[in-house]
Nanobody, 124 residues
């Protein structure tokens, strides 16, 4: 089973960039689609983006399209979320998640393995 640990969060000014990483333990990382979600205080967890198990396909929420990029390195068991042109409304706890092969899901229930989350705060 894969265990996930996020890192790279922090405080950044609006317009800045951050790169989140998701390190996975276990030998089956490449078997999973990887998703990124975020949850702001008082709000539900929402889909940010996802990448297929092979890295060949990516999907993004409209709110981050053109600003965020997801990548993965199956040889290093890592996934990344590059966030550019950050806005105050991007402030949230960000989670990486692993879901099985098949159709990539954009909902929380589509993923059964989750990291602990990393805080991203964007100041105006």
């Amino acid at each position: 089973q894969v265990q996930l640990v996020e890192s790279g969060g922090g405080l950044v000014q609006a317009g800045g960039s951050l790169r989140l990483s998701c390190a996975a333990s276990g030998r089956t990382f490449s078997s999973y689609h990887m998703g990124w979600f975020r949850q702001a205080p008082g709000k539900e967890r929402e889909f940010v983006g996802a990448i297929s198990w092979s890295g060949g396909s990516t999907y993004y929420a409209d709110s981050v399209k053109g600003r965020f990029t997801i990548s993965r390195d199956n040889a290093k068991n890592t996934a990344h979320l590059q966030m550019n042109s950050l806005k105050p409304e991007d402030t949230a706890v960000y989670y990486c998640a692993a879901g099985g092969r098949g159709a990539i899901r954009t909902v929380v229930s589509g993923y059964n393995l989750w990291g602990q989350g990393t805080q991203v705060t964007v100041s105006s």
